[in-house]
């Protein structure tokens, strides 16, 4: 029996926490032990308890045995929120494996890199995205087993034959048995004949690749720990100054592959024996509708998800009094959005003010978070309990004083272990400063207040932030300056009201060649074999040149700067 959630109890942030020696699946496992009635997950209304969880990520890690993998072996999973997603990441950290997690709408290239640097031998994706994944899997040196899922296993019988006649008959033919097998067939490889191993912790293992985007194009892997999951999901509950517990609900659509979507919209919930309601995808008109039907504790998401529900007509009469809890990252949340947000919940019941955090991947996600009850414009909060904020001169340690703006640093128990096979960039990021401390160099400009607030400037180095999504410039500029028709490029981010930035291209063409809409779609098509289809720009504009700096580079500023006011006057 699911017992209600009680009167929320006023908490004030904690210092310090205690961090228990303990992987990410013990840490579930123990709520399991307390709350095995409890629901772990639903999916589409159909619910699985934490003793039923622990049955199926102990099956589906006997699989992974009976395949082959051990310790420190890595897996890619290419999934988006299905159980079988959550599953799996807790099956492979059960057997001391890693789990290395990939956006399934990753180009064909971007999958390829993903496998080879973290030596994957096995992939587990859904058949909607099974003809990327083989031709993926054909480009990597090691040999890599491809296994595939299907929504339609974990749906009742009503769902998955909607599902069947919508989608799933057409991926039927999935997978070639040349490459792999069903999610259901390596299941049953997972007999109770196989020995699970013991269980050990190491707070130095990688547990967990998640991937940042490099300036210079070529993704970084950023290798993080059970610790590092754990204390923030710690943190964020003792940040979020509110209970956290079984018989909460949390409406989980932020994706697997995302650090907000893994360690808050997954992790923080488990460990602490609440629930989460899985979303495969985010549509609004779905999000509203589970809004209202699933009665949600907590939200979290990207300022365009909450931007669009201030539009659905089926939100207009709802009563979201059901809810305790909201948080915003991924992107900056600005004032005037922030009063739409509050004033919505204002008038649709709910008693709560919508929260914005700021982190990165490489510190699992939120390190930082406004308060409940109070609000500065334009700050990001104040860090979470043992993470330690400071501004310093870009690159130093020379500390700012208060209301000085310098670069954003930090440490503390999230903060990664390191980037895969990327010294140079690691040493960059981290660094051991006089205090003996590894401190985590953000590349974002901010200040602190005299009251500790951290407020957020804007990023040193260039990246685009649409829907949520990190999109680097420079690896969109590297394959359009490829392409045999372009002299050069430039990439920006144009400011829009729905995903706060779309993706522009200005191109500048070799002499002679014609500037059409042939030009303009070759581009395009050498853009999506190599670029996540989140990332392709939504606008490519041809020039006959581009403004440059001093120093002869392309003045992106300047062409954001134009695009801005180009935004202002329409």
Known sequence: ????????????????????????????????????????????????????????????????????????????????????????????????????????????????????????????????????????????????????????DELTPGYAAAYFFKKGKDYLKYPDPQYGKTYRSFLMRGTFDIQLPEITFDPQRTAVILYSGGTSGVPKGVCLSDLNFNACAMQAREAMGMEFRNGYRMLSCMPMFHGFGLGINIHTVLVHGAKCILMPTFNAKSYAKMLIRKKPNFIAGVPTIFEALLHIPALKSADLSCLRGMFCGGDSLSVELKKKIDAFLKEHGATIQVREGYGLTECVTASCLTPRDTYKEHSIGIPFPDTIYRIVEPGTENQKAPGEEGEIILTGPSVMLHYLKNEEETSEALKILSDGRKWLYTGDLGYMDEEGYVYFRQRIKRLIITNGYNVYPGQL??????????????????????????????????????????????????LKLEVAKYALPREIEFRSELPRTLVGKVAYRLLEEEAIKETQVL
């Open 477 to 526: 500029e590297n394959v359009i300056d490829s392409c045999p028709e372009v002299a050069y490029s430039c990439v920006i981010g144009v400011p829009d009201e729905r995903r706060m930035h779309r993706v522009r291209a200005y191109v500048v063409l070799k002499d002679g060649v014609q500037a059409d809409d042939d030009c303009r779609q070759h581009i395009m098509d050498a």
């Open 1 to 152: 029996m699911t017992t209600q959630p009680a009167q929320t109890k006023q908490y004030k942030q904690r210092d310090h926490l205690e961090y228990p020696s303990l992987t990410m699946f013990q840490m579930v496992k123990r709520i399991a032990d307390q709350y095995p009635y409890e629901v772990a997950y639903e999916f589409y209304g159909f619910p699985t308890t934490y003793r039923g969880f622990i049955r199926r990520i102990e099956r589906a890690a006997r699989a992974f045995l009976a395949e082959g993998i051990r310790a420190g072996d890595a897996v890619t999973i290419c999934l988006p929120n299905i159980p079988q997603a959550l599953d799996c990441f807790y099956a492979l950290n059960r057997i001391g494996a890693v789990a290395n997690m990939v956006h399934p709408l990753s180009a064909q290239s971007e999958i390829s890199f993903y496998l080879s640097i973290s030596e994957s031998r096995l992939i587990v994706t859904a058949d909607l995205f099974y003809e990327t994944v083989e031709q993926a899997v054909k480009n990597v040196s090691q040999p890599v087993k491809i296994i595939v899922a299907r929504m339609q």
